[in-house]
């Protein structure tokens, strides 16, 4: 089975140089712009996270103190209103401990779209202040219609407990949202950290992968260049039958081929020229080429041919002077 290496050597092998040169910048390309999608993405948890922040467990911690405060103001609102004589400042006391209760009634329904305190808890804080807010209604009317010794009595046995337990849960919650905000600041921070570790790491892992991709293009163009090179020493050399095995449809592999082609018909007309010394030697001047020889070698071969007959007629010229002294 071929290794996913070996395929890709292959696959890159199959490649004209400028296809391999464009693969390895689309994978650098590639490999930026999916690390700087994932940068992305991790910022854009963080921004959510810190808008969860800002949203939310702030919401609710301001919800919570908003809700203390216009109660606590609401309440001496209802004490001054029953310490004072003056019957025509009793509506404008009504207006404004209505309208600071209005608030609050906003402050909790943001409360409980927060979603950071439970809403069980939402639901004990919101009666609470629906039984005081009953009882400090209650306790107006009763001071409007005169009766302020029954008012007195009222805010100190049923607002002032019914506010202590109100404000007593307030506490709890306020306790909670300020939790739930070092919380979060500490969330914040560590997805902070972690999203710049993540990004560290997808660009270090895309750094490594540009190197190795860039290293494998290089090797697949290098290697087959050192072998035409090796090949071209030996052929400087004088090894006319030296062998070049890379074989590939790209420019490296059409010149390896037209370099062994070249070694093959040097090497032909070497071993036609051998052949034919060779029987020179034994006496035979009579040789035909047995390979076909072209373009500036076809001089060659036709000078070889000359000697070829210049020698035979030599010879032929000093057989026939030895054949006439023999006679005689």
């Known amino acids: 089975m071929p290794t996913k290496k070996n395929m890709m050597k292959k696959n890159l092998e199959n490649l004209h140089l400028k296809e391999r040169i464009n693969y390895g910048y689309r994978k650098v390309i590639i490999m930026m712009l999916v690390s700087g999608l994932f940068s992305i993405v991790v910022i854009g948890m963080l921004f959510a996270n ?25 309440a001496r609102n209802i004490r001054e209103m029953a310490l004072n004589n003056d019957t025509s400042s009793y509506d404008g006391y009504e207006q404004t401990v209505e309208r600071l209760l209005a608030e609050v009634n906003t402050q909790l329904k943001n409360l409980k779209n927060s979603g950071v305190i439970p809403d069980a808890d939402c639901e004990e804080y919101a009666s609470a202040l629906t039984d005081w807010g009953n009882i400090g209604y209650s306790i107006m009317k009763e001071i409007k219609s005169g009766d302020k010794d029954k008012a007195v009595d009222s805010i100190l046995n049923d607002c002032t407990p019914a506010l202590n337990k109100a404000v007593k849960i307030a506490t709890r919650l306020d ?19 972690a999203g710049i570790v993540c990004i560290i790491i997808c660009l270090v892992l895309a750094w490594k992968l540009t190197i190795k991709t860039g290293k494998k293009v290089l090797e697949s163009i290098l290697v087959p260049l050192r072998e035409v090179e090796a090949v071209a020493q030996e052929l400087t050399d004088g090894n006319l039958h030296s062998t070049l095995d890379y074989h ?19 090497g032909s007309y070497v071993d036609d020229i051998g052949r034919s010394m060779k029987m020179f030697a034994e006496g035979n001047f009579d040789v035909q080429p047995e390979v076909e020889w072209k373009g500036d070698f076809v001089g060659i071969l036709n000078s070889f041919m000359l000697f070829e007959e210049s020698m035979a007629e030599t010879i032929k010229g000093i057989q026939h002077v030895s054949d006439e002294g023999l006679l005689q």
């Open 50 to 74: 810190t808008m969860h922040y800002v949203q939310n467990v702030t919401v609710a911690d301001r919800a919570v103190k908003i809700c203390r405060i216009n109660v606590n103001s609401s």
């Open 175 to 193: 306790e909670m949202t300020d939790e739930v905000s070092s919380q979060a600041v500490i969330i914040t921070v560590i997805s902070a950290v």
């Open 248 to 266: 590939s449809d790209d420019e490296i592999g059409i010149l390896a081929h037209n370099m062994r082609k070249s070694i093959r018909i040097l």
